[in-house]
């Protein structure tokens, strides 16, 4: 055979198994490096909407806290909050007249609104109040009400008190985190649907009122947003019991919050972190609140250092706003968790801040 027909029959037998072998081995190589980058996108993609949720929540929860403030009368320092304070001399700090929760679980921020009547702004699970309405004849309920009545047609608002408490030991089977930020509410009124006679306006196991008028049936005892619950001329403790609260996780408890008068501490968000982390330069070293020009009154802590974490706290400035508007600072720092910690390092965490100032609650009597 001439050697060109030997190599036309070389050339229609195809390829060889080696270069078959090698056209398998580059194919899959570039078949990985695609897989992987896909990979890497998607993960990518997932992080970044993981991060945007989680930044999304903690926005929201500090739209909640920042309306509060916006709308408090008083806030409390953490004197006055943990210990005690120059306006609560020789007395008992406001969280000992709390719902009795478990140790785990921290008051960080307390402060007086003064909320519309009937409470329809249900939007943080206060929705057994949907049929609320403000009785229409106070002459038709008993003594000890007709009084409370007529000041309630007049003034159509009452005093509430919001607690913003930090949960260390949550339940992991709903929540996210090492731990939880939870917003309880001290009503005056436990409900005021028209149809209940003189339950109507019943008020909530240890409310107080933190003006004058402070208690049902005796007009002459007054308190004050500083020295609440105690009688402001006597000294003298005007809370009965202290009021109930609860922390459980189930959605509808309409008839068991009924039956118990057991206010929810309604979980803000979920995901805190923990612990003690370095702060920004423009806060103080010590107590991580603001720092002020000379000759400016300081800000002071609400939440004390000695409870071991700086992920949620607050300052107050003007001495709890006792007579005058007052700006509040607050901190909240979350810990991503999931995919989304993959795009933080070992030293970061999602955080934000915000400055309110708060109106006045001087000369303000809603009676």
Partial sequence: MWPRQRLKRQRRQGFTLVEILVSLVIAGVIMVSLTSLLI???????????????????????????????????????DCLHSTCSERANLQPVKDFLPQYPETMHPVLALWILEPLPYDNNELGYFWHKNAKIPSNCSTLPNWAQ????????????????????????????????????????????????????????????????????????PSAISSFALWPY????????????PKGDIKPEADREYERYQDDKDLAQVLIDGVDLGIRPLAPHLDTTTGCPKTPAGLLPYRRTAPTSLGFNSFYACVQAGGASTRNAATYVYLRLQPSGDAIAGFDSGRRLEMATTVLSRSAQYKNPE
């Fill in 40 to 78: 890497e996108m998607l993960t990518t993609e997932r992080r970044e909407a993981d991060l945007n949720a989680l930044s999304q929540e903690l926005k929201m929860a500090m739209d909640v806290i920042a309306k509060d403030l916006s709308e408090a009368v008083y806030v409390y320092d953490g």
């Fill in 147 to 218: 009084e409370d009545c007529r000041r309630l047609q007049k003034s159509r608002h009452a005093y509430s008190l919001v607690v913003y408490y930090l949960d260390t030991q949550p339940n992991l089977n709903f929540w996210q985190g090492p731990a939880v930020l939870r917003r309880y509410v001290l009503r005056k009124y436990k409900h005021l649907d028209g149809g209940l006679s003189d339950e109507n306006l019943w008020w909530h196991e240890g409310y107080v009122q933190p003006t004058t008028y402070a208690t049902i049936g005796n």
């Fill in 231 to 242: 009688d402001v001329n006597t000294r003298g403790l005007l809370q009965g019991q202290r």
